[in-house]
């Protein structure tokens, strides 16, 4: 497969970087000035509702526990005004990430389409695709057991919930985030697509797998007849990745509108609160990044670390954009210029934006158990495991975009009886968060990529030339 090449390509990191630090530096002189008033009005309102919740808790009269009741929907109202006004005022900024990333999104459905369906139609047959869907299946539910794993033992280590000491939102309340659970049915339709044409307009990227899969099988058993349609599709691939080149040159723009726009809105406030869980969630993700990397060297030794410096274009982007889709086709380029085989990069890597993101997953059973411990309650490690396994399964199939894990935490506190309303506490730096997060999907797919392309005995000298 041609790799992307967008112009003076190999100064693109430079630039992301340069306009990280830029859009920081803009994102906190309009936080202290531009929506400064906006920002005081929300911490005024904040404050406020936290009065009254300690007073519902002790109040007796019904009559002025109504009145209070009312007050505060009616500071709820004016939250949600405000927040909509200094959205407005930081609506240019946050734009330009937003066309970045709906420019990308345009892009991977077909390319995933094309890409697997070439891939699994040179695999050959139904065998070597089965053969190589085990390995990658057990390499990705491994990675995702040791992820949420890792989550569960840290926070149960740090306690951060209990350290911090938060002002929490009553347990009544609601978060904002629609919560979902996920019975084996729901599971099954969202795997299964019922119209391919649906499912590209919606992004739903295990769903094009689904029907990618089968389609290159079909390809692959009429022979000489499917090598037109080979021959269509890894054309029509060569055109998508060139439009993506095209596209990445807005890379530096959407890093500088998103930071700007995040620091803008949090402000670096928001740092000091919250110290104690970013720190140990960003050591717990350091420890996350090990534990993949010596993974990856006991099957692929030495070369781990080469792996490691050509996807930091990608990994980098994920991170300022906090979206790990964003990066999927840099990624493709990176792996295939590392040395795997393209049919086994179009294979394992589409798979793994569904079944594989290791940092939004790691999060998961970190903020679950952070809720509950902020709000005083001991979850047994019994029921710890078995939200684990509950995860285990939710998680799967979620989109690479920003919040989708808030969506399946919401479900999950649901499952175990623990306050919902206790997402509040994580909304405020939740972009900060899935920055990490989206970061460390793109290094696990990564990872997983290599690994599977040294099993089949598909991992080649790199590409010269190419980083």
């Known amino acids: 497969m041609e790799p992307v090449t967008p112009p003076k390509k190999s100064r693109l990191t430079f630039y992301i970087i340069v306009s990280l630090i830029i859009g920081i530096a803009l994102g906190f002189t309009l936080n202290q000035s531009y929506v400064a008033e906006e920002n005081l009005k929300l911490d005024t309102i904040q404050k406020s509702v936290a009065q009254i919740n300690t007073q ?45 990333l709906r420019l990308i999104k345009m892009i991977v459905a077909p390319l995933v389409f094309t890409t697997l369906v070439v891939g699994v139609a040179k695999l050959g047959d139904i065998s070597s695709v089965g053969r190589i869907g085990g390995k990658t299946l057990l390499w990705f539910v491994s990675a995702s057991l040791m992820s949420l794993l890792l989550g569960m033992i840290m926070v149960n280590i740090f306690r951060p919930g209990e350290a911090m000491n938060l002002p929490l939102p009553d347990a009544s309340d609601t978060s904002g985030i629609v919560s979902t659970g996920l019975t084996l049915k729901q599971f099954l339709y969202h795997v299964f697509p019922t119209s391919v044409v649906e499912s590209m307009a919606k992004n739903e990227i295990l769903q094009i797998v689904v029907f990618s899969v089968l389609f290159g099988i079909g390809t692959a058993a009429i022979g000489e007849s499917g090598k037109v349609v080979i021959t269509f599709m890894d054309a029509a691939a060569h055109v998508i990745l060139k439009v993506t080149g095209y596209v990445m040159n807005l890379a530096p723009v959407a890093v500088f509108g998103a930071m700007t726009a995040i620091i803008a809105t949090q402000g670096l406030g928001i740092l000091t609160t919250y110290s104690i869980f970013i720190s140990e969630f960003y050591f717990t993700l350091l420890l996350l990044w090990v534990l993949l990397f010596t993974a990856g060297f006991i099957v692929i030794g030495k070369r781990v670390i080469d792996l490691v410096k050509r996807v930091r274009q990608p ?66 490690i019994a029921t710890q495991v078995s939200m684990l396994l509950v995860l285990m399964l939710t998680s799967k199939g ?45 290094v696990g797919n990564s990872i997983a990529t290599a690994v599977v392309s040294k099993w089949e005995n598909a991992l080649e000298e790199p590409v010269a030339g190419k980083q």
């Open 398 to 442: 979620i989109a690479g975009v920003p919040r989708a894990s808030l969506v399946v935490i919401a479900g999950t506190l649901a499952t175990f009886n623990i306050p919902e309303a206790g997402l509040a506490l994580l909304l405020g730096i939740d972009p900060l968060l899935d920055m990490g997060r989206s970061a460390t999907n793109v």
């Open 56 to 100: 519902l808790r002790t109040e007796q009269d019904s009559a002025v526990h109504a009145s209070l009741e009312k007050q505060k929907v009616d500071l709820g109202q004016q939250r949600t005004a405000v927040m909509a006004a200094r959205d407005k005022k930081i609506e240019p900024f946050s734009i330009l990430a937003d066309i970045f």
């Open 315 to 380: 990994t980098l982007l994920a991170f300022s954009t906090s979206s790990s889709e964003a990066a999927f086709p840099m990624t493709m380029e990176k792996l295939e210029a590392f040395g795997c085989k393209d049919k086994i990069v179009s294979f394992v890597l589409p798979l793994g934006y569904s079944f594989n993101l290791d940092g939004s997953m790691m999060y998961m059973t970190f903020a679950s158990l952070f809720i509950a411990q902020s709000y005083g309650m001991h979850i047994p």
